[in-house]
């Protein structure tokens, strides 16, 4: 109990500093108290339009220009300027929430119904669901189906209905980002493997991400152009 008394009285005392050889000293510990930050929440969005509108309806409230940042394909996060204590608030995210197409091996089923709902046509994916309708499964059936109508026959064997080079690349666009934005097309490999299965993958390394993130950035810089010109808003990839 004696001792608790004696430290309070001595952190109570008269703080005191000391010059020596050009350096303050001083004879009680010092510690810093921070101001009370307030911060925002950040508010997850599914579109690039819905922050969009936010900036322009709260730009107001904060003091210097806000960053747009263009994290990829499927992230924009809008940042603010340091506060007095250099802490950053990032307010608003808009997030693509749509199912990314994943390469792979598909059945002939699956990469029918997958080429009708999660890619824009084009010519190559015209020519690759006509391709899938017309090969035989490993069980013997035949199967031909567009995706509209489709017709059974029984054969034994796997095999095109027709013989016929089979494109090894495609250029195809599947949906991967924000649906405000054009979908980049990208190059894709053609395989069939013994089971009848079909295999798409990747081939342009990655360059369609850029793209995507490009047109992001030409969609925001659109919507948000006197934003920009002003330089109340800094949009960045």
């Given at each position: 109990m004696i001792q608790k008394a004696l430290q309070y009285l001595v952190g109570l005392k008269e703080n005191k500093?000391?010059?020596?050889?050009?350096?303050?000293?001083?004879?009680?510990?010092?510690?810093?108290?921070?101001?009370?930050?307030?911060?925002?929440?950040?508010?997850?969005?599914?579109?690039?339009?819905?922050?969009?509108?936010?900036?322009?309806?709260?730009?107001?409230?904060?003091?210097?220009?806000?960053?747009?940042r263009i994290t990829n394909h499927k992230r924009v996060d809008v940042i603010t300027r340091p506060n007095k204590q250099e802490n950053r608030m990032v307010p608003y995210t808009a997030l693509c929430t749509d199912t990314e197409f994943r390469e792979g091996w598909f059945e002939q089923d699956e990469a029918i119904i997958m080429l009708r709902s999660r890619f824009i046509p084009t010519e190559d994916s015209d020519y690759l669901i006509n391709l899938v309708s017309r090969i035989n499964n490993d069980e013997g059936v035949r199967t031909e189906d567009n995706g509209v109508s489709q017709t059974v026959v029984v054969k034994k064997g796997i095999q095109l209905a027709a013989t016929e080079a089979v494109k090894p690349r495609l250029d195809l666009t599947p949906f991967r980002t924000f649906r405000e934005v054009p979908q980049p097309m990208s190059e894709f490999i053609l395989r069939l493997d013994d089971r009848g299965r079909i295999g798409l993958f990747e081939a342009d390394g990655g360059m369609w991400k850029i793209e995507a993130k490009?047109?992001?950035?030409?969609?925001?810089?659109?919507?948000?152009?006197?934003e920009v010109e002003s330089g109340s808003v800094v949009i960045m990839i």
């Open positions: 500093t000391y010059e020596i050889d050009g350096k303050t000293y001083s004879d009680n510990l010092l510690h810093y108290i921070e101001e009370p930050i307030y911060r925002r929440n950040t508010v997850e969005f599914g579109s690039l339009d819905a922050i969009v509108k936010m900036i322009k309806t709260e730009l107001p409230d904060y003091s210097g220009p806000v960053f747009v490009i047109n992001i950035q030409t969609y925001l810089e659109k919507a948000l152009m006197s």
